[in-house]
């Protein structure tokens, strides 16, 4: 059994995923999969992902992984990435596609009229590059981690819950938009940790720990 099953449905570089978590859970057995069962049998559960929504829930329902995704994301420590955060949602903007439906709201694209930053130049979606997440709600995801840190993204749409208790971090990009959100034994983001340096490796550490 794995203590830790990196869903594969063939979107993003996974293994930058799990090096990541390798390298913070030295003694933990680490596996990228694309096999319900041991997605089924894994301790935690990490749901990541780069790409279209509309491919990425086509790639996900192809591997037979849709069921088991979500019995994960109702019993076990469970981590989105990006996509992978998106796809909990009801339905994505992004090719006009149902998602999940695990959590209630639904994902928009950044605003164009929105799209101006302070100096009143144009700002470019994708969203690219570090930003602050400041925290909403306190969760143990957040142990080490100072509110107003600052973790990579790159995304052109964010979710945007129909319930202001899932919220559990926000950022600015333009608008304010959601960052991160929480429920029970879920825990999502829409930046990259594994690609955010000491804060990323935190975060992947204390999901290691973390006992919802």
């Given at each position: 059994?794995?203590?830790?099953?990196?869903?594969?449905?063939?979107?993003g570089?996974?293994r930058?995923?799990a090096?990541?978590?390798e390298?913070?859970?030295?003694?933990?057995?680490?596996?990228?999969?694309?096999d319900?069962?041991?997605?089924?049998?894994?301790?935690?559960v990490?749901?990541?992902?780069?790409?279209?929504?509309?491919d990425?829930?086509?790639?996900?329902?192809?591997?037979?992984?849709?069921?088991?995704?979500?019995t994960?994301?109702?019993?076990?420590?469970?981590?989105?990435?990006?996509i992978?955060?998106q796809m909990?949602?009801?339905?994505?903007?992004?090719?006009?596609?149902?998602g999940?439906?695990i959590?209630?709201?639904?994902?928009v694209?950044?605003?164009?009229?929105?799209?101006?930053?302070?100096?009143?130049?144009r700002?470019?979606?994708?969203h690219?590059?570090?930003?602050?997440?400041?925290q909403?709600?306190?969760?143990?995801?957040?142990?080490?981690?100072?509110?107003?840190?600052?973790?990579?993204?790159?995304?052109s749409?964010?979710?945007?819950?129909?319930?202001?208790?899932?919220v559990?971090?926000?950022s600015?990009y333009?608008?304010?938009?959601?960052?991160?959100?929480?429920r029970?034994?879920?825990?999502?983001v829409?930046f990259?940790p594994?690609?955010?340096a000491?804060?990323g490796?935190?975060?992947l550490?204390?999901?290691?720990s973390?006992?919802?």
């Amino acid at each position: 059994m794995s203590d830790v099953a990196i869903i594969d449905y063939g979107m993003g570089n996974l293994r930058s995923v799990a090096k990541a978590i390798e390298h913070v859970a030295p003694g933990k057995r680490v596996t990228v999969t694309s096999d319900p069962a041991v997605v089924a049998a894994a301790a935690r559960v990490v749901f990541p992902g780069q790409g279209a929504m509309p491919d990425c829930m086509r790639e996900l329902d192809l591997r037979g992984l849709r069921e088991v995704v979500k019995t994960a994301a109702a019993s076990k420590p469970f981590l989105g990435i990006c996509i992978g955060q998106q796809m909990l949602f009801e339905h994505s903007e992004e090719g006009n596609v149902p998602g999940l439906g695990i959590l209630p709201g639904g994902v928009v694209r950044f605003p164009d009229a929105k799209m101006v930053a302070a100096d009143g130049s144009r700002l470019k979606v994708p969203h690219m590059g570090w930003n602050e997440v400041c925290q909403r709600q306190p969760h143990p995801m957040w142990e080490g981690i100072p509110d107003n840190e600052r973790f990579y993204f790159v995304h052109s749409y964010f979710v945007a819950p129909a319930d202001a208790a899932l919220v559990a971090a926000e950022s600015d990009y333009g608008t304010r938009f959601t960052s991160a959100v929480a429920r029970a034994n879920i825990f999502a983001v829409q930046f990259h940790p594994e690609k955010s340096a000491q804060a990323g490796l935190k975060m992947l550490a204390n999901f290691i720990s973390w006992a919802p």
